[in-house]
């Protein structure tokens, strides 16, 4: 396939026209030849053998004929010999009415008949008749056709196919003769012409135009390209003149322009350099203002938000992206009521420094300094908000003042005591000898009577009557009772020897509920039996060191003020609960008892661990029971108690206990204080 188009490559265009034009030529008479013999075999075929096929079955279907040919089988072979000579059939056969073979004639090279008659003709050249005879017998005829065209149809079409080739040989001589000299002849001009002016570069020469066909117009615009190209060399000399001194200019101009590019690069770096220290920086404040422990957030004029720290997500729970651009009122809700003094600040150009905010999050309530800087910058106006979450430092504070209200007590409970005791053992001692003296059951009391002729009975009866034993039982449970109050104070100033021992909080807690239950009935105020409780104890939670009489009078205390919470509400059909769990909280144990009970406004919160501060009706409380259970957790555990609550909500109080003493508190641990008895 190569060798043909690399041979077809180098003919002239002459003899590619030549070519082409017999090629078109003998496809033409071939195709003609093709249409001609194609319609004539079909015909023949379709027409011509089937006309004389059923000609020869119809006289053979002649009942002289075929009663001759059925009663001599040898007649009838010969008959259907003379008919087989005829060169379109191949094949005929006759068979009995049994459908066997009777008699056949087979052309030479013709395939035999089948022994059996066909039930029908297998191809188009087949014919299938069947004829009944005189004596109602069913004869049948099977003759195969030969759809060949006769040897004289060949030879016509042969002699026709070379008269048109001979008229195609001389009408191509002819037709390259006129090529060559029409077309070749003036493209072999053109071809000269321009290797004259390739190779000696002679713009001048002309090509001769021959005729006025295609070629003549190639030739006249040939001779136009070579006038132009002549006045453009006379040009490309002037400019290659004048380009060469621009060439010099240019040299000049590119070593200042080198020159230029290596100040421009140094330039470049440089920036680069300061644009990628600017970047470290930039990274290196965000690290910085996201570390910081502050909520830092920067306002523009219209108090839009322009820097959002870590911190500050953390405390809205709003993401950078979120909150860049945004209101500070809608991205911190909280701070509206501190909007004009943001607003302030900014006019002003002065700080603002909010001290204990308690601002409402979604955490819960939050104490938070609050520190308002306008920027200095005369470009840039708007300021920097800094929130500090001081609740933790309050409460360490209110822990720190309760603490020395404890230590005060403690003092005054020393001094007491001694004072306070002294009447109180004189007055106990004085009830109980005027009960003793006027009792009739001593031996001494009854003399004396006897002298004085008075019957004692009498005067006990009397002193029945008078309910002036009752006023000696009243003042003598009066004593009792202020003992216990000075026995209460006394805490605070006692050191006992006390172990710790690890106490299973389930089984304390379980152990104190008992008591609570058996303990607080309605003669005191409230059905502690109709108050649901429910316990959440850490199965995990290991025992914790204590001295568990006194951690169990603290949640005995907690118990009941919840009771009592719980039964001061309102509501006929409010359904109390309390509910005491514990959890283990690193190398803590955490204690809650929470109730929905009234709740407390912020004001008695602050004061509820102060001594003697009670909010309940004279006589029915001492308030001790907090603040001793406040000394008891504090100074004898070293733990930490806290209360939280809400009005008409509930109040819960969680104790903080260390599973594992440091060692430098294990010799003060041993020396606890004694455990006072608990006062409502």
């Given at each position: 396939?190569?060798?043909l188009?690399?041979?077809?490559s180098?003919?002239s265009?002459?003899?590619k026209?030549?070519?082409?034009?017999?090629s078109?030529?003998l496809?033409?008479?071939?195709?003609?030849?093709?249409?001609?013999?194609?319609?004539?075999?079909?015909?023949?075929?379709s027409?011509?053998?089937?006309?004389n096929v059923?000609?020869?079955?119809?006289?053979l279907s002649?009942?002289?004929?075929l009663?001759?040919?059925?009663?001599?089988?040898v007649?009838a072979?010969?008959?259907l010999?003379k008919?087989?000579?005829?060169?379109q059939i191949?094949t005929?056969?006759?068979?009995d009415?049994n459908?066997?073979?009777?008699?056949?004639s087979?052309?030479?090279?013709?395939?035999?008949?089948?022994?059996r008659a066909?039930?029908?003709?297998?191809t188009?050249?087949d014919?299938?008749?069947k004829?009944s005879?005189?004596?109602?017998?069913?004869?049948t005829?099977?003759?195969?056709a030969?759809?060949?065209?006769?040897i004289?149809?060949y030879?016509?079409?042969?002699i026709a196919?070379?008269?048109?080739?001979?008229f195609?040989?001389?009408?191509?001589?002819?037709?390259?003769s006129?090529i060559?000299?029409?077309?070749?002849?003036?493209?072999?001009h053109?071809i000269?012409?321009a290797?004259?002016v390739?190779?000696?570069e002679?713009?001048s020469?002309r090509a001769?135009?021959f005729?006025?066909d295609?070629?003549g117009?190639?030739?006249?615009?040939?001779?136009?390209?070579?006038?132009r190209?002549d006045a453009?060399d006379q040009?490309l000399?002037t400019?290659r003149?004048?380009?060469?001194?621009?060439?010099?200019?240019a040299?000049?101009?590119?070593?200042?322009?080198?020159?230029?590019n290596?100040?421009?690069?140094q330039?470049?770096?440089?920036r680069?350099?300061?644009?990628?220290?600017?970047t470290?920086l930039?990274y290196?404040?965000?690290?910085?203002?996201?570390?910081?422990?502050?909520?830092l957030?920067?306002?523009?004029?219209?108090?839009?938000?322009?820097?959002?720290?870590?911190?500050?997500?953390?405390?809205?729970?709003?993401?950078h992206?979120?909150?860049?651009?945004?209101y500070?009122?809608e991205?911190m809700?909280?701070?509206?009521?501190?909007l004009?003094q943001?607003?302030d600040?900014?006019?002003n150009?002065?700080a603002?420094?909010?001290?204990?905010?308690?601002?409402a999050?979604s955490?819960?309530?939050?104490?938070?300094?609050?520190?308002?800087?306008?920027l200095?910058?005369?470009?840039?106006?708007?300021?920097?908000?800094?929130?500090?979450?001081i609740?933790?430092?309050?409460q360490?504070?209110?822990?720190i003042?309760?603490?020395?209200k404890m230590?005060?007590?403690g003092?005054?409970?020393?001094?007491?005591?001694?004072e306070?005791n002294?009447?109180?053992?004189?007055?106990?001692?004085s009830?109980?000898?005027i009960?003793?003296?006027?009792s009739?059951?001593f031996?001494a009391?009854k003399?004396?009577?006897?002298?004085?002729?008075?019957k004692l009975e009498?005067?006990?009866?009397?002193?029945?009557?008078?309910?002036?034993?009752?006023f000696?039982?009243?003042?003598h449970?009066?004593?009792?009772r202020?003992?216990?109050?000075?026995?209460?104070m006394?805490?605070?100033?006692?050191?006992?020897?006390?172990?710790?021992?690890?106490?299973?909080?389930?089984?304390?807690?379980?152990?104190t509920?008992?008591i609570a239950?058996?303990?607080?009935?309605l003669k005191?105020?409230f059905d502690?039996?109709r108050i649901?409780v429910?316990?959440?104890?850490d199965?995990?939670?290991?025992?914790?060191?204590?001295i568990a009489?006194?951690?169990?009078?603290?949640?005995?205390?907690?118990?009941?003020?919840?009771?009592?919470a719980?039964?001061?509400r309102?509501d006929?059909?409010?359904?109390?609960?309390?509910?005491?769990?514990?959890?283990?909280?690193?190398?803590?144990?955490?204690i809650?008892?929470?109730?929905?009970?009234?709740?407390?406004?912020?004001?008695?919160?602050?004061r509820?661990?102060?001594p003697?501060?009670?909010?309940?009706?004279?006589?029915s409380?001492t308030?001790?029971g907090?603040?001793?259970?406040?000394?008891?957790?504090t100074?004898n555990?070293?733990?930490?108690?806290?209360?939280?609550?809400v009005?008409e909500?509930?109040t819960?109080?969680t104790?903080?206990?260390?599973?594992?003493?440091?060692?430098?508190a294990a010799?003060?641990?041993?020396?606890?204080?004694?455990?006072?008895?608990?006062g409502?």
């Amino acid at each position: 396939m190569n060798g043909l188009q690399d041979y077809l490559s180098r003919l002239s265009i002459s003899h590619k026209l030549v070519l082409v034009m017999l090629s078109v030529v003998l496809g033409v008479a071939i195709v003609s030849c093709v249409v001609l013999i194609t319609p004539a075999y079909l015909i023949s075929k379709s027409s011509f053998v089937p006309a004389n096929v059923q000609s020869i079955s119809h006289i053979l279907s002649e009942p002289t004929i075929l009663n001759a040919l059925l009663d001599d089988r040898v007649e009838a072979k010969n008959i259907l010999r003379k008919a087989n000579e005829y060169s379109q059939i191949s094949t005929i056969s006759i068979y009995d009415p049994n459908q066997s073979l009777y008699v056949s004639s087979v052309s030479e090279g013709s395939p035999p008949p089948p022994d059996r008659a066909p039930t029908r003709a297998e191809t188009e050249t087949d014919y299938l008749k069947k004829v009944s005879t005189d004596a109602g017998e069913t004869i049948t005829f099977y003759i195969q056709a030969d759809p060949s065209l006769p040897i004289d149809f060949y030879a016509s079409m042969t002699i026709a196919i070379v008269i048109i080739l001979t008229f195609i040989t001389l009408f191509g001589s002819l037709a390259t003769s006129m090529i060559h000299r029409i077309i070749t002849l003036p493209v072999l001009h053109l071809i000269r012409v321009a290797n004259t002016v390739s190779i000696e570069e002679n713009y001048s020469i002309r090509a001769e135009k021959f005729y006025h066909d295609e070629i003549g117009i190639l030739a006249r615009t040939f001779n136009t390209m070579l006038s132009r190209i002549d006045a453009r060399d006379q040009l490309l000399t002037t400019a290659r003149d004048k380009a060469e001194q621009a060439s010099q200019k240019a040299q000049t101009l590119a070593i200042e322009t080198r020159m230029s590019n290596k100040q421009l690069e140094q330039e470049v770096h440089s920036r680069k350099e300061t644009q990628h220290q600017l970047t470290r920086l930039q990274y290196h404040l965000n690290s910085i203002v996201d570390s910081m422990p502050s909520a830092l957030v920067a306002v523009d004029e219209e108090l839009s938000v322009a820097l959002w720290n870590r911190e500050a997500s953390v405390l809205t729970g709003i993401s950078h992206d979120q909150a860049m651009n945004a209101y500070l009122g809608e991205v911190m809700p909280f701070l509206v009521d501190t909007l004009n003094q943001v607003q302030d600040a900014l006019d002003n150009k002065t700080a603002v420094h909010l001290e204990r905010l308690l601002l409402a999050l979604s955490a819960g309530e939050r104490y938070m300094d609050m520190m308002i800087y306008p920027l200095t910058d005369t470009d840039q106006h708007g300021a920097v908000i800094r929130l500090d979450d001081i609740s933790r430092r309050i409460q360490l504070e209110e822990m720190i003042v309760q603490t020395e209200k404890m230590m005060s007590v403690g003092g005054l409970a020393a001094g007491m005591a001694h004072e306070i005791n002294n009447p109180l053992g004189a007055i106990l001692q004085s009830v109980q000898n005027i009960k003793r003296r006027i009792s009739p059951d001593f031996p001494a009391n009854k003399k004396v009577s006897e002298e004085l002729d008075v019957k004692l009975e009498l005067v006990h009866d009397y002193l029945e009557k008078r309910e002036i034993i009752r006023f000696l039982d009243n003042i003598h449970s009066a004593g009792v009772r202020a003992s216990q109050i000075v026995s209460n104070m006394l805490q605070f100033s006692r050191r006992e020897s006390r172990d710790m021992k690890p106490t299973p909080m389930a089984n304390l807690i379980a152990q104190t509920l008992e008591i609570a239950a058996s303990d607080f009935n309605l003669k005191q105020g409230f059905d502690f039996m109709r108050i649901a409780v429910r316990q959440e104890i850490d199965p995990h939670l290991p025992p914790v060191p204590c001295i568990a009489n006194e951690i169990q009078q603290v949640l005995l205390n907690l118990l009941k003020n919840a009771a009592q919470a719980i039964n001061n509400r309102e509501d006929t059909d409010w359904q109390g609960q309390i509910t005491i769990k514990a959890h283990k909280d690193n190398d803590r144990a955490i204690i809650s008892v929470e109730d929905n009970g009234t709740g407390m406004p912020e004001d008695i919160r602050r004061r509820i661990f102060e001594p003697f501060y009670t909010t309940k009706d004279t006589g029915s409380g001492t308030g001790l029971g907090l603040s001793v259970s406040y000394f008891i957790i504090t100074n004898n555990h070293h733990g930490t108690i806290s209360v939280s609550s809400v009005l008409e909500v509930g109040t819960m109080f969680t104790i903080g206990l260390n599973l594992a003493p440091p060692p430098e508190a294990a010799d003060h641990l041993m020396s606890g204080c004694n455990s006072p008895s608990a006062g409502a």
